[in-house]
Nanobody, 123 residues
Framework: QVPLVESGGGSVQAGGSLTLSCTAS????????MGWFRQAPGEEREKVAS???????TYKDSVRARFTISKDNAKNTLYLQMNSLKPEDTAMYYC?????????????????YGQGTQVTVSS
């Protein structure tokens, strides 16, 4: 399985910003849906944002106005710009790939995940 490697996590105060990156050298970003998921302790993993092969984006309602997902197809790199961070954004963030549903980005079909990068937001 092609590895997905996240970076950019860290600890910030509420209201701060972070940008996560994910490199996935074995994927053709124009033919795969990429996404960011997160999992807080004791919680289920949830999809935060996704971007289709064609560039269409979706967001979890609670982050829509604060987070931006983007990608650089030439660099096979996925980004998540996170602004106005809140303590409830604290979680392990995972990059994920979905080759089976590159346009619709159906959540159950994300089948490859990175190791994750920790984001901690203090109040």
């Amino acid at each position: 399985q092609v590895p997905l490697v996240e970076s950019g996590g860290g600890s910030v105060q509420a209201g701060g910003s972070l940008t996560l990156s994910c490199t996935a050298s074995g994927y053709s970003f124009s033919r795969v849906c990429m996404g960011w998921f997160r999992q807080a302790p004791g919680e289920e993993r949830e999809k935060v944002a996704s971007i289709s092969g064609g560039g269409s984006t979706t967001y979890k309602d609670s982050v829509r106005a604060r987070f931006t997902i983007s990608k650089d197809n030439a660099k096979n790199t996925l980004y998540l710009q996170m602004n106005s961070l809140k303590p409830e954004d604290t979680a392990m963030y995972y990059c994920a790939a979905n080759r089976q549903s590159p346009t619709l980005c159906l959540t159950p079909l994300f089948d490859a995940y990175g190791q994750g990068t920790q984001v901690t937001v203090s109040s």
